[in-house]
């Protein structure tokens, strides 16, 4: 049975206020560096595995304790209500973990709770030189060895990638005119022989993705998510969750951000009003939109391709909000110093969020051919 989600806010609501000394320290005065943060998050993450919050919402056999993904976006968005930051950590494991529950139960057994408690990071390594948008002509290379793989090529804009122990890792193993049939899913441990990682640096000066080489990288066939050959499918039940619960996650972050603009904005400024006001708009209608997919995702639904609207919704909203911050503190944006604050870090990072996890353009001809069905340009 569903819980109270009612109830279950309210109970970690007061568990946050009974705790409020010890989880002051991860108030959002985040440290800027990715490293730092994930650091910081390890310890929140373990306190919130200690007393059960995290493995609300994980089903029983992995390890969780029953109770669908509703429960987990409640208790992310109560975090951020709380002003307190939700583990950068969780953005991973809410885009692949319900995949990888799904086609390797017994990695997920093994792997789900040391995560939850901070011991693990994952990364997703989908993308490639030359097959972003176009994921399905990608050439990292699996080669079957009896019983495991040899894996060959390079991810790029890993999130994490320099820093995880494992990555969920999109290779082929059919031939290149397969496509989207010869792809596998596996789950990389990066510790290995074979790998070598390279941090990128960003345009705010953050090192979050990487580039990751891989050089006849050996990989156990236990690490294999679904079958060889299949990974497409994978990839594409993995998508509906990273559209909804990634955007959910990030929307709960976005509501703090604007409630701390709302007070800082003067009532006499007509254009950081205006700014402000729209990035409430969008970031209230990125609320209700994914938690629609969220509700639909634990109701077993497959949304599909219409999760493009999530994704799009997202990237407005992200860019709404740091545009707003740009407008209330224009003095700031414009005379920093080299020391980028908080605010056009945030900015920079934001003009990404058109690009991360299907670029904007892809998006709408997805929901132009998939979802309205409209004709193509050039066909009759
Ligand atoms: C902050 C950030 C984090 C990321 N994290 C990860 C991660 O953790 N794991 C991972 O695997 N990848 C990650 N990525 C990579 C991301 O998924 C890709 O950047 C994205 O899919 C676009 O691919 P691309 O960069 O190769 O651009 P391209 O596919 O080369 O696109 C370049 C431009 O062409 C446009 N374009 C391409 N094809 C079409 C088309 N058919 N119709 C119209 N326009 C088109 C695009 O909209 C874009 O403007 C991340 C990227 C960013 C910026």
């Known amino acids: 049975m569903a819980a109270d989600l009612t109830s279950l806010a309210a109970q970690f609501h007061a568990w946050t206020d009974e705790r409020a000394a010890e989880l002051a320290v991860f108030r959002h005065e985040h440290p800027s560096s990715v490293s730092d943060r994930l650091e910081l998050g390890r310890g929140l993450m373990a306190l919130l595995a200690a007393d059960g919050w995290s493995l609300r919402g994980w089903p029983e056999d992995v390890g969780g304790s029953g109770g669908d993904i509703r429960e987990r976006a409640v208790l992310y968005d109560q975090l951020e209500g709380a002003g307190i930051g939700v583990p950068e950590q969780f953005t991973v494991i809410e885009t692949v973990g319900p995949a990888v529950i799904r086609f390797a139960p017994t990695l997920a057994k093994e792997l789900l709770l040391p995560y939850l ?20 002509s990608l050439r990292c290379r699996a080669v079957a060895t009896g019983g495991g793989f040899l894996v060959s090529g390079q991810k790029i804009w890993s999130s994490y990638g320099h820093l995880a122990d494992r990555m969920v890792a999109l290779v082929r193993t059919g031939s290149a005119e397969s496509r989207h049939r010869g792809l596998t899913m596996l789950m990389v441990d990066l510790s290995g022989p074979g790998i070598t990682r390279r941090p990128i640096r960003l345009a705010n000066g953050e090192e979050e993705l990487s580039e990751v080489f ?85 109701e077993g639904e497959t949304p599909g391709p219409e999760t493009s609207v999530d994704k799009v919704l997202l990237a407005t909203a992200e860019q709404a909000v740091a545009d707003a911050a740009r407008a209330v503190d224009l003095a700031a944006f414009t005379f920093a110093t080299e020391d980028l604050d908080d605010a056009r870090s945030e900015w920079f990072y934001t003009r990404a969020a058109s690009i991360y996890g299907g670029s904007a353009e892809v998006q709408r001809s997805i929901l132009a051919d998939h979802v309205l069905k409209l004709p193509s340009e050039g066909k009759a």
Not at 252 to 262: F, M, P, V
């Open 117 to 136: 408690r901070g011991e693990e990071l994952w990364c997703q390594g989908f993308s490639e030189p030359e097959a972003g948008s176009d994921l399905a």
């Open 214 to 298: 891989f050089d006849d990288a050996p990989v156990a066939g236990s690490s294999l998510i679904g079958e060889v050959d299949k990974g497409w499918s994978v990839a594409m039940y993995l998508l509906q969750f990273e559209r909804g619960m990634y955007a959910w996650l990030r929307m709960a972050r976005l509501r703090g951000r604007l409630a701390r603009l709302a007070r800082r904005v003067d009532p006499a400024d007509p254009i950081g009003c205006r700014e402000v006001g729209r990035a409430l708009a969008a970031q209230r209608a990125l609320r209700a939109r994914t938690w629609h997919t969220i509700a639909r995702l634990a």
